[in-house]
């Protein structure tokens, strides 16, 4: 027997990473929450009648009036069916008893609940600033959080569609869901190989490279940019020992068939214009929190400049709003830049003719 070695901890194990406790269930499709009870309380029922804790309101006339339990085990909640007509679905497979996990759709008679974690409601919140906050858009985003859920959970790509470069959201993406510390690796044969900068994310040139870097985190590719080797990376991908994440961006859904995929369709900005300023002010609350700069740093006067010149697109309103928020903070185009990870030279590119809503020293 070999002494002396460790074993190493696999950095995939759980590819569904958001793993934070429930805390609460909301209605599908709607905004209806039902907060779970805090500490010291450590069980509920679920179910018609008004002595619920979790009661619920079902047309179809299929909950029972005491229908389920939860019981606090620990960090997590356990839900039994407590001999209900009608039984418990969880992600569509019915069941006497499961642990909650963030994102799972728990189906009781005709309604179905998703159970949240803070992590997977900052995941919806992100969905929803990319596909809309309309009542009508509800129901997109919470097919989109189960697709990115399923994608993770079962290992198939991961479908994007919409105009301009969609390999901004699906790093966005890869952070709610994957964290941080896992890998995000692009492959385009049309760019040179590179590690990862403020501007754009570690690339390969081949596929099978890619795989290889992206170990434990995403792999994203273009659709119409295909490398050539994708045949052998969707081989190696089908793999059992492959704990890698495909995230596909298309232009449209016809695009990406052969995959199977219920894809993620991002709505042009250009009918969204009501939600415009909703959409910046989010990415500046965002870029604060990134530079560690005070809130209240990105004035009106700043987001009417990012309305003017960089409103075209979602990757676009994020570069403005974070460029901005570092050269209102610094009021120095070299410390800006030193903020940003970036050179000088490149930032003064992009402001460009522009005229700047604030004023810079030397």
Known sequence: MLTGASTKTDVAINEWAIDDGVMRLRQWGTDMIRLLPAPPTDECTIGAAETCAVQLDD????????HAQLVRDRARWLLR????????????????????????EIGIGGITLIAESGRSVALRAFLARALGWRSDRTDAVDHALRSIRMAAARRVALVLCGEGDLVPMANSIHRHALGDDRPFVVCDPRRRQGKATVRSAENYETGLAAVQAAAGGSLCV?????????????????????????????????????????????PSLAGRELELDRIIA???????????????????????????????????????????????????LSNAAARLGMAPVSLSRWIGRRSLPMELTP
């Not at 047309?59 to 005491?66: E, T």
């Not at 069916?81 to 799972?104: F, I």
């Not at 052998?232 to 059992?240: F, H, K």
């Not at 530079?291 to 003017?308: E, H, I, K, S």
């Open 282 to 332: 989010e990415y500046a609350e965002d870029a604060t929190r990134q530079l560690g700069t005070p809130r209240g740093g990105f004035p009106l006067v700043d987001r009417a400049w990012v309305r003017v010149h960089a409103a075209s697109s979602l990757p676009e309103i994020e570069k403005a709003t974070l460029r901005l928020v570092a050269l209102r903070e610094s009021r120095n």
């Open 222 to 266: 273009r659709s119409r940019r295909l490398p050539r080797d994708f045949a052998e990376v969707v081989t190696a991908l089908r793999d059992p020992s492959s704990r890698v994440q495909l995230v596909v961006c298309a232009r449209t859904p016809e695009d990406c068939e052969s995959l199977l995929a219920a894809p993620i369709v991002v």
């Open 81 to 104: 069916d407590l001999g209900s007509k009608n039984g418990v679905r969880l992600d569509g497979a019915r069941r006497t008893e499961a642990v909650l996990e963030p994102g799972v």
């Open 59 to 66: 047309p179809s006339g299929r909950v029972s009036r005491v």
